[in-house]
């Protein structure tokens, strides 16, 4: 069974204090693995989509990575603007998209 | 540019009642999708849309039905509610011919009493 699960669920930290985001998929035939972000009472917003193992993205504070059966978002010197829940989804042949439960970010000045 | 349009925003029913959420996108994306988020479950797909005049069932289809009235439009329906069906729901849109990123609107959050 197609599966999709990030860690940790939530995780608070100082403000520059750099972590990572865990997501780690189970399925066949990946199309694409794809980073969005979730303010509260939006839609998700999207980030980075990675499509073979080794592939790197970067986008100011955030880096993204791709492993056979993993993907990290690094998250470095944060700010309070990048509290937010990040989603991790992957894309299955078919064109269907499995979503995990989310990261839920905050980071206290 | 407005992208993925959602209305209403919320709404609150009773059991049985029915509704129809309305989604519009500007884009030209020819995919449009309509999700449901509920807590500790993450986004569930619904049905989804992969071009004008076809429609398919998602992961929790059962007790929606959608339309997909033309390239822009794709309306979900909830023709006898159930308290099970509270949540907020999203519509989303893709260009299958690029990278096939999701663009949402920014949801329904629906109460069913």
């Known amino acids: 069974e197609d599966q999709v699960t990030q860690s940790p669920e939530a995780l608070r930290l100082q403000e520059g204090e750099s972590s990572s985001l865990n997501c780690s998929y189970t399925v066949s035939g990946l199309r694409g693995l794809f980073w969005y972000r979730q303010d509260p009472g939006k839609g998700p917003e999207f980030l980075f989509t990675?499509?073979?193992a080794g592939e790197e993205k970067e986008k100011e504070r955030l880096k993204a990575t791709l492993t056979k059966k993993e993907s990290f978002l690094h998250i470095t010197a944060p700010k309070p603007e990048d509290s937010a829940t990040y989603l991790c989804?992957?894309?299955?042949?078919?064109?269907?998209?499995?979503f995990g439960t989310g990261t839920s970010l905050t980071v206290i000045p | 540019n407005a992208g993925v349009t959602q209305t209403p925003k919320f709404q609150v029913l009773k059991t049985g009642q029915s509704m129809t959420l309305q989604c519009a996108q500007d884009?030209?994306?020819?995919?449009m999708y309509w999700y449901r988020q509920d807590p500790g479950m993450g986004l569930r797909l619904i049905y989804y849309s992969a071009s004008e005049g076809t429609t398919d069932k998602g992961e929790v289809p059962n007790g929606y039905n959608v339309s997909r009235l033309n390239k822009r439009e794709f309306s979900l329906r909830l023709e006898s509610a159930a308290p099970s069906q509270t949540s907020v729901y999203f519509c989303?849109?893709?260009?299958?011919?690029?990278?096939?990123?999701?663009?949402f609107g920014s949801g329904t959050q629906l109460s069913v009493l």
């Open positions: 989303a849109s893709s260009d299958r011919d690029r990278n096939e990123k999701l663009f």
């Open positions: 989804a992957v894309q299955a042949p078919g064109n269907q998209f499995y």
């Open positions: 884009m030209n994306h020819n995919s």
């Open positions: 990675l499509y073979s």
